[in-house]
């Protein structure tokens, strides 16, 4: 065998190789397995007094001004009432801790009606069905872990 046909087999050798290499890398069975950075909740809302208006939804990444502040909250939706329970699912989630509030906007004015106090007039509630002493709920009291792809869960509202 003369030195250059040895050249050429161990050119194709390595070519075949590399090739098989790129093949491999490519296929989702051999690649690492990443963790998903984001979930899905799905919120069931119940205990309204009527069906008159919508549902609005407010997802929460912390406590700041948790809940009365609802342009804080990272993704917020509006759905209107159309049976005995309304639900929204929060997409794109990231995981960690959140916490969700939720009222009854009985006018779709897609305002919280309160009275001259600021007690709320229309239906209420948070994630963990949290209650406020002399205040609303806290967002600690309030909070949940999205650590899942999809989770649920529920929330019934109190009226004031």
Do not use: W
Request: proline fraction near 5%.
């Amino acid at each position: 065998m003369t030195y250059i046909s040895y050249r050429k087999r161990v050119i194709f050798i390595l070519l075949k190789s590399l090739f098989i290499l790129v093949v491999l890398s490519a296929c989702p069975s051999v690649k690492a397995q990443t963790q998903p950075r984001y979930g899905n909740l799905r919120v069931v809302v119940n205990n309204y007094r009527n069906r008159s208006g919508q549902i609005a939804f407010f997802l929460f990444s912390s406590g700041d001004q948790f809940p009365g502040h609802t342009e804080k909250a990272i993704l917020s939706s509006y759905v209107k009432i159309s049976g005995i329970t309304t639900e929204y699912t929060f997409t794109n989630v990231p995981l960690g801790a959140c916490a969700v509030y939720v009222f009854h906007d009985e006018d779709s004015n897609k305002e919280l009606n309160t009275s001259f106090i600021g007690m709320p007039k229309e239906g209420v509630g948070v994630s963990n069905n949290a209650k406020g002493h002399f205040g609303p709920p806290k967002y600690d009291d309030a909070k949940i872990t999205i650590n899942k792809p999809d989770q649920s869960i529920s929330i019934s509202l109190t009226y004031l």
